[in-house]
């Protein structure tokens, strides 16, 4: 399975990095090896210090399609969760700097927690769905599907143009604003609508 992730999707979000709003969906892929499931701990890496949290709802794909049409792209995902797209910001940062690839600044291992999956037609309207992280207790980054830039369908059909989707792969759909650093000993929850789905600690 690979895993797929949208950049800059919320403009609230670009903003607060410096970055445009983007004209097509800006893309990049992890590891499977970046998974982390269960609520496992996430250990601090030693190759960073600025390790930032990203929020996001992520799309499980059900069924293979390449070519994807903005009208069938529903077909393609039955159930969503609740992801963090770990963030060497440091690393990112110096390799932006240079005009260089960002991959190992996203992809490390376990940089991909994931929630486990519910059906999508447990809730009222996936396009109007809030999400959050807290941590410590505190609200942090607070989302609605409402406010991306692309929506489900539209990052589908994008994504689909160039890599065939498979069953079990996911989409990481971007992260609304207050992105910031963890450190050891924080708590993550993570909440889909009122439902925790995350809840696990920096160790
Ligand atoms: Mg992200």
């Keep these: 399975m690979k895993i797929i992730c949208v950049g800059r999707n919320y403009v609230a979000h670009a903003a607060e990095l410096g970055n445009e709003v983007p004209e097509e969906p800006v893309i990049f892929l992890k590891p499977d090896t970046a998974i982390l499931r269960e609520n496992n701990p996430f250990y601090y890496p030693d190759f960073s210090k600025d390790i930032q949290h990203e929020v996001e709802v992520v799309l499980k ?18 159930e969503i969760g609740l992801g963090i797209d770990f963030t060497a910001r440091d690393l ?16 490390f ?3 991909a927690p994931i929630s ?8 009222q309207e996936i396009s109007n769905l809030s999400f959050r992280l807290d941590i410590n207790g505190n609200t942090v980054q607070n989302g609605n599907t409402s406010l991306m830039l692309f929506n489900f369908a ?8 160039f890599y065939l989707l498979k069953k079990g792969d ?4 971007g992260t609304p604003a207050g992105v910031g650093p963890v450190k050891i000993g924080d708590q993550l929850n993570g909440y889909l609508g009122e ?9």
């Design 61 to 78: 794909v059900n069924k293979e399609g390449k070519n994807i049409e903005s009208k069938f792209a529903h077909k393609y995902v039955d």
């Design 154 to 161: 539209d990052i589908i059909t994008y994504i689909s143009k």
């Design 170 to 173: 996911l989409i990481f759909t």
């Design 92 to 107: 990112q940062s110096k390799a932006k700097s240079k005009g260089l690839p960002w991959d190992i600044a996203k992809g």
């Design 195 to 203: 439902e925790k789905l995350l809840d696990f600690e920096i160790k």
């Design 116 to 123: 486990r999956f519910i059906p999508i037609h447990s809730f």
């Design 109 to 111: 291992n376990h940089s």
